[in-house]
């Protein structure tokens, strides 16, 4: 069964859960669960829900190759990474476990066709890869200073953030 048949038929049922077996209420519970989407503007779509793994995850819907760079509070203060590979169609867990706040960052770039996925708030990147703590002074430790976008998680403990097309682009990266 499809989710767009399950998340079809969850609109639609009028039986009661308690009338049905054990088992197709759970898997009704479930798929609800995981049928829930948000959609953001700028090509940038976020599917978040309780998942049978809880982690953030990044999927690459593009047509390109794509670098990922991620900021996320951890207990030295504010830590960036990357690189993460992600070729077009594919995705991947980027922080494995449940998650541990409500925000997290990321800039994108796409490879191929030179656009990026960026934001207003400045972290620290390198060129190669790379785990950064602190978000301060970050050309003056030889690192360059990179906007990225935020995720709101809010409560959940598992997110997936899905990346369509950039939101600039840029002159080409072949």
């Known amino acids: ?33 995981v049928a829930t989407t948000v959609s953001l503007y700028g090509g940038l779509s976020m599917v978040s829900g309780d998942q049978a793994h809880a982690d953030l995850r990044i999927c690459n819907k593009s047509e390109s190759r794509v670098g990922i760079s991620i900021g996320y509070r951890s207990d ?12 077009p169609t594919s995705c991947e867990v980027i922080l494995p476990g449940d998650l541990k706040s409500q925000y997290y960052y990321m800039f994108a770039v796409d490879y191929d066709e030179g656009g990026e996925w960026a934001g207003s708030a400045y972290m620290c990147t390198a060129d190669k890869i790379y785990t950064i703590h602190g978000i301060k002074d970050c050309l003056a430790r030889g690192f360059q200073r990179t906007g990225f976008f935020e995720i709101d998680t809010g409560t959940q403990t598992s997110w997936t953030v899905q990346l369509t097309e950039p939101t600039q682009r840029g002159t080409g990266g072949k």
């Not at 054990?22 to 609800?32: C, E, H, R, V, W």
């Not at 030295?76 to 070729?87: D, I």
């Open 1 to 33: 069964m499809g989710l767009s048949f399950l998340t079809k038929s969850l609109s639609t049922i009028s039986t009661p859960l308690c009338a049905l077996s054990a088992a197709s209420a759970i898997a009704l519970k479930a798929a609800a669960l």
């Open 76 to 87: 030295r203060g504010w830590t960036t990474e990357g690189w993460w590979n992600l070729e």
